[in-house]
């Protein structure tokens, strides 16, 4: 069971049925679930640091707060069938996949991606890392998923 893909998300609970992403990122999200669907391997759910006041995110905000695995899309449903509206009601994440949560541990247990990317591509790093998290999910890279994956094995 391998960390391989970093999705940004605006709240995470252990109920969390579906990923979403924005129109533009739904290639990304289908090469994810090509790349995933039929393995153990997991996506993990960041809570970004900039993230607005109004989602209400509290002490998640700059945290890996858990892990999913997509499962497979049930009969007759489609991608846009799993979407998140924003607080607004507008749809900003329009397609989404249906997921199982693998890991949702209390969020003070929660890793800081800042300090995991600091540690493995050094200071100054950050800022450039999580920009690709703009255009949806990305893959993450050895050292980082490594390290996700020893944090959150302690955690079980």
Known sequence: MAFRYLEPMYGFSAEQ???AVSDGAQKKLLQMADALLGTDDLIAIYIPEGTEEVY???N???RVVGAVRLIDMPPGNEIEDYY???WDGTRRWPVG???AVVYAPPVQDCPTLRTLVDQYHGRNSFQPYVARLQYGPVELDPPVAKALEAWFDRLN
């Open 97 to 99: 996949w249906p997921c």
């Open 56 to 58: 209400q995110v509290g």
């Open 84 to 86: 998140f509206e924003d």
């Open 60 to 62: 998640m905000r700059g």
């Open 17 to 19: 049925t579906h990923v």
